[in-house]
């Protein structure tokens, strides 16, 4: 069986600034993008089909000519995103083919670090039977929540509390029923996310500090230092 990819791409990253798109912003002379595509790429026991990547509407073309190098025996689709996160998730997934394919991965192109043994976790954990496998790593600040007045409500047990990353990996049934019911769910963060809301339990396996997401200027500055240790 196989493994189908979709990355959302589509955010325009506006807390990171510049000109570009965030997926397009270059770190070590590549983009965010190629550098997610690479990684999964990696990933052999991924055994990947196709990528479907989700982009700001408009860049289609630019963006099917920057991956086309770099897709190798993998189909490649291209498709505009949407609005929110969810909603270029599922244009995506419209692309992803309805037979022989076992582990859909979702992989945000912010996060283009992510290693290669995470990715294999994620996959090897959906093959082992869990419908919904999230990277997570333990949080390291204590975590509050506050009201619209900014006063604190209270403090979870930061025992219980992890960090989740992408990819995310989903037996695809499970993916498809998670967002044809998801239209209902504003402001989902990631897509575990909505097969919680299916009432699915979710597997978390060990994540990486290197798979963080790419959101501020800063974040570029640690990417580039990663980069030159791998290179090195
Ligand atoms: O906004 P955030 O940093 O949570 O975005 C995570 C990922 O989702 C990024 O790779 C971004 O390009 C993507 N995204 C998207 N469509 C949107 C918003 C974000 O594909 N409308």
């Known amino acids: 069986m196989s493994t189908a990819a979709i990355i959302p791409a589509a955010g325009l990253g506006l807390r990171l600034g ?10 070590g002379g590549e983009s965010l993008l190629v550098h997610a595509l690479r990684g999964l790429r990696a990933a052999t026991a991924a055994d990947l089909v196709c990528f479907v990547v989700a982009v ?12 086309d190098p770099y897709a190798g025996d993998s189909a490649l689709h291209i498709v505009a995103g949407g609005a929110e996160r969810t909603d270029s998730v599922r244009h ?14 979702v992989h945000d192109a912010a996060r283009s670090f992510v290693p290669v043994a995470v990715i294999e976790r ?12 999230v990277p997570a790593i333990p949080v390291t600040d204590t975590v509050k ?20 990353q992408t990819p995310q990996g989903f037996e695809p049934g499970l993916l498809r029923r998670a967002h044809a019911c998801g239209g209902a769910v ?26 963080f997401k790419v959101t501020r200027p800063r974040d570029l500055l640690l990417a580039e230092w990663i980069l030159a240790e791998r290179r090195s």
């Open 186 to 211: 504003t402001g989902a963060t990631d897509d575990a996310m909505l097969c919680e809301r299916l009432g699915v339990t979710v597997q978390t396996v060990e994540g990486s500090e290197d798979a």
């Open 92 to 105: 995506a997934l419209e692309l992803v083919p309805a037979e022989g394919i076992d582990c859909v991965l």
């Open 122 to 133: 994620v996959v090897d954990a959906v093959r082992a039977g869990a419908p919904a496998v």
């Open 18 to 27: 510049g000109e570009a798109p965030k997926a397009l912003r270059e770190v």
């Open 56 to 67: 700001p509407p408009g860049s289609e073309h630019v963006v099917r000519t920057l991956l």
């Open 145 to 164: 929540r506050v009201d619209a007045r900014g006063q604190v409500v209270d403090t979870p047990d930061r025992s219980t509390l992890v960090a989740v």
